[in-house]
């Protein structure tokens, strides 16, 4: 079946604005996950969904991130006034049932440049 | 707390080469240990994983065993390829709060022929 898919793969932006980045998890997984893959950074995790539950946004670095899931599916991650640091690629990740145990699986990605 | 420490690369192999990269971690509780490795323009995907104490995982030739006594889950490999070349991220989920992954900081492997 389909993987994780994310869009869209590349996004330059103007420091300042805002940034919709979008996540289609596997069919029939009830946890989603996002990271951050930067060069300063490493990979880090930013927020977690779990069916509808309350969102755990413990790893979001600044109220300028927010993100949503719609009908326990897809997800966007919103960035607001954008800076430089936030340029990196964000990695959206689904698993069966966010169990500590389950397999996490990561879309391509979205490369986010902020000029 | 949780994290993961890594062999800094890059390394550099001759092909049939044993591979070895060390990962030691420290966790709160008991966490489950997973290899991702990331190909040239591909995106993050599982190599192997372990859930428990002294369990093996193993993949397309690839090993790493949990040692809890060491904190330790190396990744092992007989004879590597060219088509080993990428980036091999360790990484540990622990059972708390959102199981999310802490990862190391990654470690690029070359395979020359």
């Known amino acids: 079946g389909a993987g994780v898919s994310q869009s869209p793969s590349n996004k330059v932006t103007e420091k300042g604005k805002d940034v919709e980045l979008r996540c289609d998890p596997i069919s029939g997984h009830t946890a989603l996950y996002w990271y951050r893959q930067s060069l300063g950074q490493g990979l880090e995790f930013l927020i977690y969904?779990?069916?509808?539950?309350?969102?755990?946004k413990s790893g979001l670095p600044s109220d300028r991130f927010s993100a949503e899931r719609t009908g326990g599916s897809v997800s966007t991650l919103t960035i607001q006034r954008t800076q430089q640091e936030d340029s990196a690629v964000y990695l959206c990740?689904?698993?069966?049932?966010?169990?500590?145990?389950?397999?996490?699986?990561f879309g391509p990605g979205t490369r986010l440049t902020v000029l | 707390g949780n994290s993961v420490t890594q062999m800094e690369g890059p390394v550099t192999l001759s092909e049939e080469a044993f591979l070895t990269i060390n990962c030691t971690y420290t966790?709160?509780?008991?966490?489950?240990l997973f290899w991702y490795v990331q190909y040239p323009g591909e995106g993050l995907q599982l190599l192997l994983k372990a859930t428990k104490a002294d369990d093996k995982g193993s993949n397309k030739g690839f090993e790493a065993t949990y040692r809890k006594e060491t904190t330790s889950f190396h990744l092992e490999k007989g004879s590597v390829q060219v088509s080993d070349s990428a980036v091999y991220f360790c990484a540990l989920s622990d059972q708390s709060g959102a199981n999310n992954l802490f990862f190391g900081t990654g470690t690029r492997l070359t395979v020359i022929p």
């Open positions: 966790a709160t509780g008991y966490p489950s």
């Open positions: 990740a689904s698993s069966l049932a966010g169990g500590s145990t389950d397999t996490q699986y």
């Open positions: 969904f779990q069916g509808n539950s309350a969102p755990d």
